[in-house]
């Protein structure tokens, strides 16, 4: 809806919401809200949910990476379900440790993200390009029903960046409040709006990283 010319106890209770709400969304087994550890305990042991506890850690947090070519053609040429989720899985850790500037967790905002930077919706090539492209847009890898992998390219990461780059604090806390209820599960709040806005702009400083080194950029979730 956006037209354009150490955790804390709060971050603990809009984790656990957000997982809640994810899980319905996706029409996997419903989560009680509560603490942190409650949640990912009852996602780990979800009978055929989880094919990793580094998949069940991750479970429907968002993450994008930077991708060179030659790193594209690796990920384009795993051929099973299994192979791209290992990918995420090991990607994920590789980068945590020798190479944190090319990969960005948004945790669960990525859902309010691209409800903003898009029509409201979930849906992937609806709203104003180019910033439908931001998270669930751009080219589809694999067609895993437990994984999203969408992969933006240079170019594209390039459009993103400049546009995204000029979304304010309140134009993006307007469209965030103008969210449908009946779509977005959870009311729209101050809390989570904060939440939202913190990855939003982590995602702002990493498309221009991103683009300043010409390289690909792929948004990876399980569900």
Known sequence: MLYVSGISSNAIAIYATRKA???RCFQTPPTTPGALTTVLTRVKFLPGYAASFQEAALSNAGLFFTLTALELARLNGLDTPEARRTWVDE????RQIAMPARMLDVDLAWDAIHRCLGDGSLEEDTGQ???RLAVLGGKRIGTDPGLIIRLKTP?????VANMAGG???DIFRKCYFAL???DFLIAPNEADFQYSWTHFQQMQRFYENAAQSGEY?????YQ
Do not use: C, K, W
């Not at 950029?217 to 979730?221: I, K, L, R």
């Open 21 to 23: 709400t994810r899980s």
């Open 129 to 131: 390009y180019p910033l």
């Open 167 to 169: 979304i304010s604090h």
């Open 180 to 182: 449908p209820v009946q």
């Open 217 to 221: 950029v792929v948004f990876t979730a």
């Open 155 to 159: 170019d594209e990461v390039q459009m």
């Open 91 to 94: 990607t994920y850790s590789e």
